[in-house]
């Protein structure tokens, strides 16, 4: 497509229940990348890929926190067991060499 | 201290002004530097890239003084569609991961 593709984007769930959250990047593009940001502050980096390297998993905040990433393209970020602080917009982005990101829109997630 | 510091603002200005906001960076081996737009329950979208010499477009200047760490963005002739959060954003070398600054909210009024 033409654009960072996020689905869904809403999603309220139950605490305690696992949720997915999808990123359909631009075509082509190697690299992709999970941010979330919580109200009224900035971007937190949670995973990158690159490629067919190891993902850069430093900035995931629990074990209940996981992501993949199937054929270079298509993400799935999973919470497990989740929280009330869980709830923020889930943004993806991707790149294709060292310039800036392209965003999607987000996925807003609410907790309750 | 946070890799990237801003001032969060608000910045209120009347239409036509000439605005400037500063950055700050820790990391002496950062290798790149942007400027993000992010609109109100938007996504972020990039502004332009800062170039060592300084760089311009249109209205929008972006400065980098890598001695001091510090980033800086002029927007000159303010209108009232420039009213948004303004990010600060640094590349660390040996990497993609980009880092973001918690942003500076500009208000443009009448």
């Known amino acids: 497509g033409a654009g960072v593709s996020q689905s869904p984007s809403n999603k309220v769930t139950e605490k305690g229940k696992d949720v997915e959250l999808r990123c359909d990047p631009i075509?082509?593009?190697?690299?992709l990348y999970w941010y979330r940001q919580s109200l009224g502050q900035g971007l937190e980096f949670l995973i990158y890929?690159?490629?067919?390297?190891?993902?850069?998993k430093s900035g995931l905040p629990s074990d209940r926190f996981s992501a993949e990433r199937t054929g270079g393209s298509v993400s799935t970020l999973t919470i497990q067991r989740t929280q009330q602080e869980d709830s923020a917009v889930y943004l993806c982005a991707s790149s294709s060499d060292s310039y800036g990101y392209t965003f999607g829109s987000g996925t807003r997630l609410t907790v309750v | 201290r946070k890799e990237v510091e801003q001032d969060p603002g608000p910045f209120n200005v009347p239409e036509g002004a000439t605005v400037a906001f500063n950055c700050t960076y820790s990391n002496s081996a950062s290798q790149s530097f942007f400027w993000y737009r992010q609109d109100c329950r938007k996504e972020p979208k990039l502004l332009m890239s800062v170039y060592s010499s300084g760089n311009e477009d249109g209205r929008f200047t972006a400065q980098l003084n890598r001695a001091s760490q510090y980033i800086s963005l002029l927007i000159r002739d303010s209108k009232l569609s420039d009213s948004a959060t303004y990010l600060c954003?640094?590349?660390?070398?040996?990497?993609?991961?980009?880092?973001f600054g918690t942003g500076t909210q500009l208000k443009v009024e009448l």
């Open positions: 075509s082509g593009h190697t690299a």
């Open positions: 954003v640094v590349r660390a070398g040996g990497g993609n991961k980009l880092t």
């Open positions: 890929f690159q490629g067919n390297s190891a993902p850069d």
